[in-house]
């Protein structure tokens, strides 16, 4: 059983910067894809970024493009998200995700694996 654990969240001024951690247990993850989604009060679950956990390739929303950077270390069985420049917008809850695949995906349907969520809250 795979199990997820997110930590690094909190209230920042808007332009200030994050890092998200997510714990990965219960398995080789050589053959997962890892991401990130985030879901705002009243609104769906939405991609954030994606990264192939064996070959380190990543894929970004457009809204964060530029400002976020997700990256992973084997040793550790732990993903990161370095979040800056951050917006108000970017307030949300934030859920680490995986699934046994290594192709991109941004439909959270098609991600089998959640942690419990970390809040980021981003006062202007």
């Known amino acids: 059983q795979v199990q997820l654990v997110e930590s690094g969240g909190g209230l920042v001024q808007a332009g200030g910067s994050l890092r998200l951690s997510c714990a990965a247990s219960g398995r080789t993850f050589s053959t997962y894809r890892m991401g990130w989604f985030r879901q705002a009060p009243g609104k769906e679950r939405a991609f954030v970024a994606f990264i192939n956990w064996s070959s380190g390739s990543t894929v970004y929303a457009d809204s964060v493009k530029g400002r976020f950077t997700i990256s992973r270390d084997n040793a550790k069985d732990t993903m990161y998200l370095q979040m800056s420049t951050l917006k108000p917008e970017d307030t949300a809850v934030y859920y680490c995700?995986?699934?046994?695949?290594?192709?991109?995906?941004?439909?959270?349907?098609?991600?089998?694996?959640w942690g419990q969520g970390t809040q980021v809250t981003v006062s202007s």
């Open positions: 995700a995986a699934a046994l695949a290594t192709y991109y995906s941004s439909s959270s349907i098609q991600w089998n694996y």
